[in-house]
Protein backbone atom coordinates (compact mmCIF):
# COMPACT_ATOMS: atom_id res chain seq x y z
CA UNK A 1 0.00 0.00 0.00
CA UNK A 2 1.48 3.52 -1.18
CA UNK A 3 0.05 6.63 0.64
CA UNK A 4 -0.05 9.96 -1.76
CA UNK A 5 -0.44 12.96 0.62
CA UNK A 6 1.14 15.86 0.36
CA UNK A 7 3.48 17.74 2.81
CA UNK A 8 1.23 18.29 6.57
CA UNK A 9 2.86 21.99 6.95
CA UNK A 10 3.76 24.71 4.77
CA UNK A 11 6.91 27.04 4.91
CA UNK A 12 4.51 29.52 6.70
CA UNK A 13 3.00 26.71 8.92
CA UNK A 14 6.72 25.52 10.08
CA UNK A 15 7.62 29.50 10.83
CA UNK A 16 4.69 29.75 12.80
CA UNK A 17 5.22 27.09 14.88
CA UNK A 18 9.03 27.90 15.37
CA UNK A 19 7.98 31.70 15.95
CA UNK A 20 5.43 30.32 18.96
CA UNK A 21 8.26 27.53 19.92
CA UNK A 22 11.23 30.10 20.10
CA UNK A 23 8.76 33.18 21.68
CA UNK A 24 9.62 35.37 18.93
CA UNK A 25 7.75 37.98 17.88
CA UNK A 26 7.44 39.29 14.29
CA UNK A 27 8.55 42.64 14.92
CA UNK A 28 11.63 40.85 16.46
CA UNK A 29 11.81 38.63 13.38
CA UNK A 30 11.73 41.88 11.28
CA UNK A 31 14.33 43.48 12.72
CA UNK A 32 16.85 40.21 12.73
CA UNK A 33 16.42 39.71 9.31
CA UNK A 34 15.67 42.81 7.63
CA UNK A 35 12.56 41.67 6.03
CA UNK A 36 9.35 43.73 6.50
CA UNK A 37 6.73 42.95 8.46
CA UNK A 38 4.30 43.15 5.81
CA UNK A 39 6.28 40.05 3.86
CA UNK A 40 6.75 38.37 7.10
CA UNK A 41 3.25 38.15 7.61
CA UNK A 42 2.80 36.83 4.08
CA UNK A 43 5.25 34.20 4.45
CA UNK A 44 3.34 33.09 7.45
CA UNK A 45 -0.57 33.41 5.81
CA UNK A 46 1.34 31.24 2.50
CA UNK A 47 0.61 34.12 -0.03
CA UNK A 48 3.42 35.06 -0.74
CA UNK A 49 6.56 32.45 -1.33
CA UNK A 50 10.29 33.87 -0.21
CA UNK A 51 13.18 33.78 -2.17
CA UNK A 52 16.13 31.13 -0.83
CA UNK A 53 18.19 34.40 0.88
CA UNK A 54 14.76 35.33 2.54
CA UNK A 55 13.77 31.48 3.82
CA UNK A 56 17.45 31.12 4.89
CA UNK A 57 17.29 34.54 6.79
CA UNK A 58 14.01 33.61 8.47
CA UNK A 59 15.49 30.45 9.86
CA UNK A 60 18.62 31.52 11.77
CA UNK A 61 16.81 33.54 14.36
CA UNK A 62 13.97 30.72 14.97
CA UNK A 63 16.67 28.05 15.34
CA UNK A 64 16.00 26.62 12.17
CA UNK A 65 18.27 24.77 9.60
CA UNK A 66 18.58 27.41 6.97
CA UNK A 67 19.17 24.79 4.11
CA UNK A 68 16.16 22.24 4.86
CA UNK A 69 13.80 25.38 5.88
CA UNK A 70 14.59 26.69 1.92
CA UNK A 71 14.00 23.58 0.30
CA UNK A 72 10.75 23.01 1.87
CA UNK A 73 9.51 26.81 0.82
CA UNK A 74 10.98 26.48 -2.75
CA UNK A 75 9.23 22.72 -2.80
CA UNK A 76 12.38 20.63 -3.35
CA UNK A 77 12.51 18.54 -1.27
CA UNK A 78 9.41 15.68 -0.10
CA UNK A 79 9.96 12.25 0.87
CA UNK A 80 10.62 9.41 -1.38
CA UNK A 81 7.16 7.25 -2.10
CA UNK A 82 7.43 3.93 -0.45
CA UNK A 83 5.38 1.17 -0.23
CA UNK A 84 3.92 0.30 3.17
CA UNK A 85 4.58 -3.22 4.95
CA UNK A 86 2.40 -5.98 3.95
CA UNK A 87 0.80 -5.49 7.59
CA UNK A 88 0.12 -2.18 7.66
CA UNK A 89 -3.48 -0.46 6.18
CA UNK A 90 -4.50 3.21 6.14
CA UNK A 91 -7.08 5.44 6.26
CA UNK A 92 -8.12 9.15 5.87
CA UNK A 93 -9.90 9.83 9.25
CA UNK A 94 -13.16 11.54 7.68
CA UNK A 95 -14.18 13.90 7.96
CA UNK A 96 -10.53 14.53 9.53
CA UNK A 97 -7.64 15.15 7.65
CA UNK A 98 -5.60 12.43 10.03
CA UNK A 99 -4.11 9.57 9.74
CA UNK A 100 -5.49 6.26 10.81
CA UNK A 101 -3.26 3.25 10.50
CA UNK A 102 -4.14 -0.98 10.72
CA UNK A 103 -1.63 -2.99 11.73
CA UNK A 104 -3.29 -6.41 11.07
CA UNK A 105 -1.49 -10.35 11.62
CA UNK A 106 -2.83 -12.50 9.29
CA UNK A 107 -1.15 -15.79 10.58
CA UNK A 108 -1.33 -14.50 14.20
CA UNK A 109 -5.18 -13.24 13.62
CA UNK A 110 -4.72 -10.16 15.62
CA UNK A 111 -4.78 -6.57 14.59
CA UNK A 112 -4.63 -3.21 16.20
CA UNK A 113 -5.66 0.53 15.18
CA UNK A 114 -3.91 3.75 15.83
CA UNK A 115 -5.87 6.65 16.02
CA UNK A 116 -9.29 6.36 15.60
CA UNK A 117 -10.58 9.51 14.48
CA UNK A 118 -13.62 10.65 12.53
CA UNK A 119 -16.36 7.62 11.56
CA UNK A 120 -15.88 4.10 12.59
CA UNK A 121 -17.36 2.66 9.76
CA UNK A 122 -14.23 1.81 7.72
CA UNK A 123 -12.57 0.52 11.15
CA UNK A 124 -15.09 -1.94 12.14
CA UNK A 125 -15.82 -3.46 8.81
CA UNK A 126 -12.28 -3.82 7.74
CA UNK A 127 -11.57 -5.43 11.08
CA UNK A 128 -14.46 -7.63 10.63
CA UNK A 129 -13.86 -8.59 7.07
CA UNK A 130 -10.04 -9.82 8.19
CA UNK A 131 -9.81 -13.08 10.11
CA UNK A 132 -8.56 -11.31 13.16
CA UNK A 133 -9.33 -9.81 16.46
CA UNK A 134 -8.67 -6.24 16.95
CA UNK A 135 -6.05 -6.61 20.01
CA UNK A 136 -5.16 -2.87 20.76
CA UNK A 137 -6.66 0.50 19.71
CA UNK A 138 -3.71 2.88 20.06
CA UNK A 139 -4.12 6.66 21.17
CA UNK A 140 -1.43 8.86 20.57
CA UNK A 141 -2.72 11.61 21.58
CA UNK A 142 -5.92 12.91 23.11
CA UNK A 143 -7.12 15.38 20.09
CA UNK A 144 -10.23 14.89 18.89
CA UNK A 145 -9.32 13.99 15.14
CA UNK A 146 -7.22 10.96 16.59
CA UNK A 147 -9.59 9.81 19.16
CA UNK A 148 -13.66 10.95 18.28
CA UNK A 149 -14.36 7.40 16.97
CA UNK A 150 -12.76 5.37 20.04
CA UNK A 151 -16.19 5.00 21.40
CA UNK A 152 -18.03 3.35 18.03
CA UNK A 153 -15.05 1.29 17.55
CA UNK A 154 -15.15 -0.48 21.74
CA UNK A 155 -18.50 -0.94 21.11
CA UNK A 156 -17.91 -2.90 17.88
CA UNK A 157 -14.75 -4.35 19.44
CA UNK A 158 -15.37 -4.99 23.82
CA UNK A 159 -12.52 -7.20 24.17
CA UNK A 160 -10.38 -4.38 22.10
CA UNK A 161 -7.58 -2.86 25.01
CA UNK A 162 -6.90 0.61 24.75
CA UNK A 163 -3.26 2.26 25.19
CA UNK A 164 -2.94 5.81 25.63
CA UNK A 165 -0.39 7.84 27.95
CA UNK A 166 -1.23 8.42 31.74
CA UNK A 167 -1.15 11.96 31.26
CA UNK A 168 -3.96 12.04 28.16
CA UNK A 169 -6.11 9.39 29.27
CA UNK A 170 -8.06 11.48 31.78
CA UNK A 171 -9.05 13.24 28.60
CA UNK A 172 -10.91 10.90 27.03
CA UNK A 173 -13.61 9.97 29.58
CA UNK A 174 -15.42 7.14 29.43
CA UNK A 175 -13.95 5.96 26.12
CA UNK A 176 -10.67 5.26 28.18
CA UNK A 177 -12.43 2.98 30.87
CA UNK A 178 -10.44 -0.33 31.02
CA UNK A 179 -7.24 1.15 29.07
CA UNK A 180 -3.78 0.68 29.72
CA UNK A 181 -2.64 3.95 31.01
CA UNK A 182 1.12 3.61 29.64
CA UNK A 183 4.23 5.50 29.75
CA UNK A 184 7.75 5.92 28.63
CA UNK A 185 9.58 2.58 27.28
CA UNK A 186 5.88 0.39 28.26
CA UNK A 187 5.77 -2.45 26.09
CA UNK A 188 2.87 -4.40 24.54
CA UNK A 189 3.11 -8.41 23.60
CA UNK A 190 2.02 -8.31 20.02
CA UNK A 191 1.98 -11.17 17.41
CA UNK A 192 5.26 -12.67 17.74
CA UNK A 193 6.71 -9.24 18.53
CA UNK A 194 6.04 -6.44 20.74
CA UNK A 195 5.01 -2.97 20.32
CA UNK A 196 6.83 -0.03 23.19
CA UNK A 197 5.43 3.27 23.39
CA UNK A 198 7.39 6.56 23.76
CA UNK A 199 6.73 8.79 25.50
CA UNK A 200 7.46 12.61 23.29
CA UNK A 201 5.36 15.25 24.86
CA UNK A 202 4.98 18.40 23.44
CA UNK A 203 2.23 18.41 21.35
CA UNK A 204 0.03 17.52 24.35
CA UNK A 205 1.24 16.53 27.67
CA UNK A 206 0.48 12.27 27.13
CA UNK A 207 1.73 12.65 23.26
CA UNK A 208 3.27 9.66 22.46
CA UNK A 209 4.96 7.26 19.39
CA UNK A 210 4.17 3.45 18.88
CA UNK A 211 6.88 1.56 17.52
CA UNK A 212 6.45 -2.01 15.85
CA UNK A 213 8.65 -3.71 13.59
CA UNK A 214 10.55 -1.56 11.83
CA UNK A 215 7.88 1.57 12.23
CA UNK A 216 6.95 4.33 14.23
CA UNK A 217 3.47 6.02 14.63
CA UNK A 218 4.45 9.10 15.56
CA UNK A 219 1.20 10.51 15.73
CA UNK A 220 1.35 14.23 16.13
CA UNK A 221 5.00 14.83 17.59
CA UNK A 222 7.08 14.62 14.08
CA UNK A 223 5.22 15.25 10.27
CA UNK A 224 7.50 14.93 7.28
CA UNK A 225 9.51 18.16 7.32
CA UNK A 226 7.76 19.30 10.65
CA UNK A 227 6.87 19.04 14.06
CA UNK A 228 3.48 19.13 15.79
CA UNK A 229 2.08 22.50 17.40
CA UNK A 230 2.39 23.29 21.05
CA UNK A 231 -0.93 22.80 23.11
CA UNK A 232 1.18 20.88 26.52
CA UNK A 233 0.02 22.26 29.62
CA UNK A 234 3.76 20.83 31.53
CA UNK A 235 5.84 20.15 28.50
CA UNK A 236 6.48 22.81 25.49
CA UNK A 237 8.74 23.17 22.65
CA UNK A 238 12.01 21.92 23.76
CA UNK A 239 10.72 18.70 25.61
CA UNK A 240 9.27 18.16 21.73
CA UNK A 241 12.54 18.98 19.82
CA UNK A 242 14.29 16.97 22.62
CA UNK A 243 11.90 13.74 22.53
CA UNK A 244 11.72 13.55 18.99
CA UNK A 245 15.50 13.93 18.97
CA UNK A 246 16.52 11.48 21.69
CA UNK A 247 13.99 9.14 21.30
CA UNK A 248 12.48 9.12 17.54
CA UNK A 249 16.43 10.09 16.32
CA UNK A 250 17.99 7.54 18.03
CA UNK A 251 16.35 4.37 16.02
CA UNK A 252 17.65 3.00 12.52
CA UNK A 253 17.74 4.96 9.44
CA UNK A 254 15.43 2.68 7.77
CA UNK A 255 12.67 3.09 10.06
CA UNK A 256 10.13 4.28 8.63
CA UNK A 257 7.88 7.36 10.41
CA UNK A 258 3.87 6.91 10.09
CA UNK A 259 2.54 10.99 11.41
CA UNK A 260 -0.73 11.69 12.01
CA UNK A 261 -1.25 14.07 8.82
CA UNK A 262 0.93 13.92 5.87
CA UNK A 263 2.76 11.29 3.93
CA UNK A 264 5.02 8.78 5.67
CA UNK A 265 8.96 8.97 5.77
CA UNK A 266 11.89 7.55 7.34
CA UNK A 267 14.19 8.42 10.40
CA UNK A 268 16.90 8.88 7.74
CA UNK A 269 14.75 11.35 5.82
CA UNK A 270 14.06 13.46 9.11
CA UNK A 271 17.19 13.63 10.26
CA UNK A 272 18.92 15.09 6.39
CA UNK A 273 15.62 16.82 5.65
CA UNK A 274 13.15 18.25 8.85
CA UNK A 275 14.38 21.92 9.12
CA UNK A 276 13.46 21.84 13.42
CA UNK A 277 16.78 19.03 13.55
Keep these: MRIAIELEDTFGDI ?11 VEALAKRTGIARERLDAFAADVQRPTEDEARAVAKPLGLDPGKLADIALARWKPVARDLDRHLGHQINAPHPSNGYFVILDEQRV ?6 GGRAENIVATIRN ?3 ALRYILITHKHRDHVDAL ?40 GDGE ?36 FGERFGYQD ?17 VLPGHGPPST ?11
Excluded at 15 to 25: D, E, H, I, M, Q
Excluded at 153 to 173: E, I, K, Q
Aim: some cysteine.
Design 15 to 25: VRKASRGTNTA
Design 111 to 116: AAFVDP
Design 130 to 132: SPV
Design 151 to 190: GDVRRAFPDATVVVHRLDSPALGAAARGAITADDGDTFPF
Design 195 to 230: LRLLHTPGHTDGSCCFVYAGNIFTGDTLFAGSVGGL
Design 240 to 256: LLRGTSTKIFSMPDDTV
Design 267 to 277: VGEERAHNPFF
